[in-house]
């Protein structure tokens, strides 16, 4: 089976957003995702099966709620057009009570439909894992601290093709790392076809490098870190022309 990791660095500059705001310092987040990819070193893991359709107090304590056009908790595998349940393999479903090792999710998995899924955490985590069918570019994944908008992530950061593939190469485990506690996580879609199952967290991040820093030398920064890193090395040249006047 094919196996694709990407990893790389999400960073967020201060913008104002509605009711929401950006924080002011830049946020980082490590992911790697994978098929047949599981969550390493969580704490917490919910598959949703005793979730209301309608949604409500999970199993694990997540308050889960639907917003939009055809968002809830499906049991049924598909409805083409719709939605369709991701895929298990190499027995990822383990951790969450699923022992079907191989093939589409045959218990119940969320979908934002064209809409969102808000995931209220009971408190605060670092490590956000789940498994994320047929990925598509138009959709998305929020954190927050409280209404403070930690970083953003799309289909197109986790999957550099992001065709929306139903089969079993299609389904990644994506596990995400944040350097900044996050407490509700949103998922949203502009179009049908954002489903996912199986998510894990930890209170603490799993394996974040420093800040700024890419340990391993096969990884790049995104554009936006080095346009950061840029503006800061052109405010220390101002600074110091200042001071010499």
Do not use: C
């Not at 996912?196 to 700024?212: C, K, Q, R, T, W």
């Amino acid at each position: 089976m094919l196996n694709k990791a990407i990893r790389f660095y999400a960073v967020t500059a201060a913008f104002a957003l509605g009711a929401a705001s950006v924080s002011s310092a830049s946020m980082a987040a490590l992911i790697s995702a994978s098929v047949g990819g599981a969550p390493v070193g969580a704490g917490m893991y919910e598959n949703f099966d005793n979730l209301a359709g309608t949604g409500g107090l999970s199993a694990q304590g997540i308050m889960v709620s639907f917003s939009g056009t055809g968002a809830g908790a499906i049991a049924l595998p598909d409805a083409p057009g719709y939605y369709a349940a991701p895929f298990l393999s190499g027995s990822n479903g383990t951790p969450f009570g699923d022992l079907h090792a191989n093939g589409r999710d045959e218990t119940q998995y969320l979908t934002t439909g064209i809409g969102e899924v808000t995931l209220q955490l009971a408190e605060s985590h670092q490590y956000f894992g789940l498994l994320w069918g047929s990925v598509d570019d138009y959709n998305s994944l929020s954190f927050y601290s409280g209404t403070t908008l930690l970083f953003s992530i799309t289909g197109h950061d986790v999957d550099a093709l992001a065709s929306g593939n139903k089969g079993a190469d299609g389904t990644l485990y994506v596990n995400i790392n944040s350097d900044t506690p996050f407490d509700r996580v949103i998922a949203s879609s502009t179009s049908y076809g954002f489903e996912f199952d199986n998510v894990a967290l930890s209170v603490n991040s799993i394996g974040l490098p420093e800040i700024g820093v890419v340990s391993d030398p096969n990884l790049v920064p995104e554009p936006g870190t080095l346009v950061l890193f840029g503006l800061g090395l052109l405010a220390g040249v101002v600074a110091r022309h200042r001071r010499t006047a």
